[in-house]
């Protein structure tokens, strides 16, 4: 079981990426943010392609050492969750999700590894509105000026449960730092559960 688990990970560094140097890029957004990844759950890791044919040869390494947990239509294009049989160690945490969106219309100058969601829960009665001010707030996003904020709701058909993201880059090219950290309410195993 080890030896097949190392053939695994071989196969999806040698699609994806080492996973090292993600979290090293991860981490420096992190910094600059001022967002302890220890204090938070980090929910997946996400991969991005240019060709379907790349997405599809990726979706079967993936099914190789992990299970389709959902397959959504998510604005105009399928984007699938994957349980890996065993989670990878990332920033210090367990983390054993990991999404696979089919391509669209943007072309990423960098394949592989493109972004993590942290989970920063939403508060009871609270709505998607004043969950993004107060998430800006506390970690005084928008007043920061090295980062370049996305705030979006992405919705797959039949979700119960809001899905609103804020994705967090490095405006500095200096950096050469091309991923992103997300922040949003709920764990996508939560939201998942809610689509049933």
Not at 122 to 144: G, I, P
Not at 160 to 167: D, E, F, G, R
Not at 174 to 188: A, M, Q, R, W
């Amino acid at each position: 079981m080890i030896s097949e688990n190392a053939k695994f990970f071989e196969k999806m560094t040698a699609c994806f990426g080492d996973l090292s140097q993600f979290s090293q890029k991860i981490e420096q957004i992190a910094e600059i943010a001022g967002i302890d990844l220890s204090l938070y759950e980090i929910d997946h890791l996400a991969v991005r392609m240019n060709e379907a044919e790349t997405a599809e040869q990726w979706k079967t390494m993936l099914l190789e050492g992990a299970s389709l947990l959902k397959e959504s239509e998510v604005n105009g294009r399928p984007i699938g969750l994957f349980t890996l049989k065993q989670a990878v160690k990332f920033c210090g945490k367990n983390v054993n999700i990991i999404e696979l969106p089919f391509p669209k219309d943007k072309v990423y100058s960098q394949q592989g590894w493109e972004h993590i969601e942290l989970v920063f829960p939403m508060r009871e009665q609270e709505s998607v509105e004043q969950w993004v001010e107060r998430t800006l707030t506390h970690f005084k996003l928008a007043e920061n000026s090295d980062l370049r904020l996305k705030i979006s709701q992405p919705k797959a058909q039949g979700e119960a449960l809001p899905n609103p993201s804020i994705a967090i880059s490095l405006r500095n090219v200096t950096f050469c730092n091309l991923c992103c950290l997300k922040l949003h309410p709920y764990d996508i195993k939560n939201i998942v559960m809610s689509e049933m």
